[in-house]
């Protein structure tokens, strides 16, 4: 079964600290690999996205890093805000084969940032 | 406009009623999903469908039937659940012009408690 590991389950930090959420996947067919925000009682809203041709990818105070060789991937938040703390969904998913259509997601990662 | 919207918001349910979710999305987008989301846990997929046709069924037990009556539209009927179907039931929906793969973007969820 194809999966996608991620780490931390739970995450504390400062307001305006940096928190680092990691993953890694097995399926080198993966060739997409979005991060998802979902705060409590909502559905998971696209954070940000990144394909396998490039190493890293920034939005705002949101970046991600890709190792292609380690087949892991990072999601980074720069100056944490009160407001950031949700439960971020890591996923992967791929053209062929099993993976097709569908989108295998992490186990989740729930942040809080203390004030 | 990225907006999935879902009726009802919320929906407490007998075992031996009969109702539906329902899903709609303004995007153009011709691949549409359902997922189940457990407390805590991240979301399982359950159907997709792709221009109207039923692409994957994840072995979804038949008290849950999805029908996709136009490219906009997605609907989950439930007949004779069991109280350990309540649950957040997502819908999404993506693009499905290059792959299935490709960003999918949620709704707001049913909250669905059967008694």
């Known amino acids: 079964q194809q999966q996608v590991k991620q780490s931390p389950q739970s995450l504390i930090v400062q307001k305006g600290g940096i928190s680092i959420i990691n993953c890694a996947y097995e399926?080198?067919?993966?060739?997409?690999f979005p991060w998802y925000q979902q705060f409590p009682g909502k559905g998971p809203a696209l954070l940000i996205a990144?394909?396998?041709?490039?190493s890293e990818k920034k939005e705002g105070r949101f970046t991600i890093s890709f190792n292609k060789s380690a087949k892991q991937f990072s999601l980074h938040i720069m100056d944490s805000q009160p407001g950031d703390s949700a439960t971020y969904f890591c996923a992967s998913t791929g053209a062929g084969g099993t993976s097709y259509g569908k989108l295998t997601f992490g186990q989740g990662t729930i942040l809080t940032v203390h004030p | 406009d990225t907006e999935v919207t879902q009726t009802p918001k919320h929906l407490v349910m007998g075992m031996t009623n009969k109702k539906s979710l329902k899903c709609e999305q303004h995007?153009?987008?011709?691949?549409m999903y359902w997922y189940k989301q457990k407390a805590k846990k991240p979301p399982e997929l359950m159907f997709v469908y792709s221009y109207e046709k039923l692409s994957i069924n994840e072995s979804v037990p038949s008290r849950f039937s999805p029908e996709c009556p136009n490219s906009s539209l997605l609907n989950l009927h439930l007949h004779a659940l069991q109280p350990e179907d309540s649950a957040l039931y997502l819908c999404a929906s993506s693009s499905g012009l290059a792959a299935l793969g490709d960003t999918q973007y949620f709704g707001p969820g049913t909250r669905l408690t059967v008694l």
């Open positions: 399926n080198t067919a993966f060739d997409y």
């Open positions: 995007m153009g987008h011709r691949a």
């Open positions: 990144i394909r396998p041709d490039v």
